[in-house]
């Protein structure tokens, strides 16, 4: 059985800029959930996908979008990027919704944005 | 301003001492959750508690949720280096909302 994967691992954008993240999630789950975590801080919910449906989304801005696909991967995309938007993106993957499921997270995205 | 606020912030020990850390909101959760993070990984479920009052133990780690749901508490007993990380509560207010994280404290444990 193969865990959740994210794609790349580390990427360094500048201000302005698009970015694409990815998450592959483990086999037989139909949910995944994306967090932002900055340093020292604690993930913060940026929304979930339950069966290619947005289900949920916490407070990000508009520029925060996803998407997921039949085989229940997802990605993450994010519009004009903002120095503040340096953080580790992590996806978590769950047989169901979030909220009534152990969801099992992936090693997670570190994004710099100079 | 934190749902849920975790005190110590840091805290670092001698292997074989024990630790407690604790998990604190003004607001009641259905369900509260425990998470290990590790440098370079994803959050690893450790524990569901739901009941107030409720302790679980997995090996030398005990679980306790206060009885009116508003906070928790995680204990080690005889601490290890491999207990060494972010430890991380979660709550959700209603069954079936998505957890809310608080920001965790960094734990080490010296050899």
């Known amino acids: 059985e193969t865990g959740v994967t994210q794609s790349p691992t580390h990427l360094i954008k500048t201000r302005g800029q698009q970015v694409t993240l990815r998450c592959s999630s483990q086999s037989g789950h139909n949910t995944v959930s994306w967090y932002q975590q900055a340093l020292g801080q604690g993930p913060q919910f940026i929304f979930q996908?339950?069966?290619?449906?947005?289900?949920g989304r916490g407070n990000f801005p508009p520029r925060f979008s996803g998407l997921q696909f039949p085989n229940y991967s997802s990605e993450l995309n994010v519009n004009a990027l903002e120095l503040d938007d340096s953080a580790l993106y992590l996806c978590?993957?769950?047989?169901?919704?979030?909220?009534?499921?152990?969801?099992?997270f992936g090693p997670g995205t570190r994004l710099t944005v100079l | 301003t934190q749902l849920l606020e975790q005190s110590p912030q840091f805290l670092s020990i001698q292997e074989g001492e024990n630790l407690t850390v604790y998990c604190n909101s003004s607001s009641v959760f259905s369900s509260l959750q425990w998470y290990r993070q590790e440098p370079g990984e994803g959050p690893v479920l450790l524990v569901t508690v739901v009941t107030g009052g409720e302790v679980k133990k997995l090996k030398r780690l005990t679980f306790q949720f206060g009885d009116a749901r508003k906070d928790s508490s995680l204990h080690i007993t005889a601490a290890q280096p491999g207990d060494t990380g972010l430890y991380l509560c979660?709550?959700?207010?209603?069954?079936?909302?998505?957890?809310?994280f608080g920001p965790g404290t960094r734990l080490s444990v010296l050899p």
């Open positions: 978590a993957s769950s047989p169901g919704l979030a909220g009534n499921n152990e969801q099992f």
């Open positions: 996908y339950y069966r290619e449906e947005e289900n």
């Open positions: 979660a709550g959700a207010r209603n069954y079936g909302q998505n957890f809310v």
